[in-house]
Nanobody, 124 residues
Framework: QVQLVESGGGLVQAGGSLRLSCAAS????????VGWFRQAPGKEREFVAT????????KYADVVKGRFTISRDNDNNTVYLRMNNLKPEDTAVYSC?????????????????WGQGTQVTVSS
């Protein structure tokens, strides 16, 4: 079992950058694949990025590709999401999720553990 806590959200102007962190409490963090998801008001939860336990297999949603970067530090039980060139449509609550698997997934239903989320607001 793993506990997840997100941080790093805030208010930023369009074109700006933020780095989100997901801190995990648990043993052998490398056995967990991790994903980032977001949900805007009135919309369904949306896939953002995911990586394998090793951090070597990575997948991004098309709308963030080239702007966002996912990475992880297994020694410190932390996953990061660096967001550059933010747009108003990126405004959402961002959550990290984990599953006991070596393979990443872009499907929310395949994740067992979820953080409570951090708010990202991008102004025009």
């Amino acid at each position: 079992q793993v506990q997840l806590v997100e941080s790093g959200g805030g208010l930023v102007q369009a074109g700006g950058s933020l780095r989100l962190s997901c801190a995990a409490s648990g043993r052998t963090f490398s056995i967990y694949a991790v994903g980032w998801f977001r949900q805007a008001p009135g919309k369904e939860r949306e896939f953002v990025a995911t990586c394998s336990g090793s951090g070597l297999t990575i997948k991004y949603a098309d709308v963030v590709k080239g702007r966002f970067t996912i990475s992880r530090d297994n020694d410190n039980n932390t996953v990061y999401l660096r967001m550059n060139n933010l747009k108003p449509e990126d405004t959402a609550v961002y959550s990290c999720a984990a599953r006991i698997s070596l393979m990443p997934s872009d499907l929310p239903r395949e994740y067992t553990y979820w953080g409570q989320g951090t708010q990202v607001t991008v102004s025009s």
